[in-house]
T-cell receptor, first 113, second 112 residues
């Protein structure tokens, strides 16, 4: 498969454990944030989003937390499964820059069976 | 509903040549954005089209260009290819420019 980053931070977890992936974003004017999952050889897959007027949003097995004070975003994955192994990217955008997502460098999640 | 389709999946070109990549968005989506992904720079925004007009542009040289057709399909063109243009080129579409964007599989371009 393709390498999407030679020196990505790596998070290794045991199957069934919870995972927390962190992201620091750059622009205090950003008002919309998305987490993407990218598996080897595939394009990024939308996981969950959150707008700046929220602190927390939950999906199926995933939760995104937003701390605007310190410009920090996190993705929590409950009961991590081998199929969750991938590179995870956070992305930010703001009003007036629709369609222009600014991506973080990514974190590689490795799930041990 | 079919997802975002990019063609071709793989391309090998020689320095100095030009290349055209194609993207068919999800049916009904009118916004198409292009990104370049490399191991060193990660995912970087190239440009966005909506209703056949370029709405936003990233920091890439003029050798990178694009267009969008009336059916929302988009193409991007890279002229005078350089070795550093080798990358995965990704297209994302969204409905009416809201931010939930869906990506295609990408086109892997190798310049030799």
């Amino acid at each position: 498969g393709e390498s999407v980053g030679l020196h990505l931070p790596t998070l290794s977890v045991q199957e069934g454990d919870n995972s927390i992936i962190n992201c620091a974003y750059s622009n205090s004017a950003s008002d919309y944030f998305i987490w993407y999952k990218q598996e080897s050889g595939k394009g990024p897959q939308f996981i969950i989003d959150i707008r700046s007027n929220m602190d927390k949003r939950q999906g199926q097995r995933v939760t995104v937390l937003l701390n605007k004070t310190v410009k920090h975003l996190s993705l929590q994955i409950a009961a991590t499964q081998p199929g969750d192994s991938a590179v995870y990217f956070c992305a930010e955008t703001r009003e007036g820059s629709q369609g222009n997502l600014i991506f973080g460098k990514g974190t590689k999640l490795s799930v041990k069976p | 509903k079919a997802g975002v389709t990019q063609t071709p999946r793989y391309l090998i070109k020689t320095r100095g040549q030009q290349v055209t990549l194609s993207c068919s968005p999800i049916s009904g989506h009118r916004s198409v954005s292009w990104y370049q992904q490399t191991p060193g720079q990660g995912l970087q925004f190239l440009f966005e089209y909506f209703s056949e007009t370029q709405r936003n542009k990233g920091n890439f040289p003029g050798r990178f260009s694009g267009r969008q057709f009336s059916n929302s399909r988009s193409e991007m063109n890279v002229s005078t290819l350089e070795l550093g243009d080798s990358a995965l080129y990704l297209c994302a579409s969204s409905f009416n420019r809201e931010r939930e964007a869906f990506f295609g599989q990408g086109t892997r371009l190798t310049v030799v």
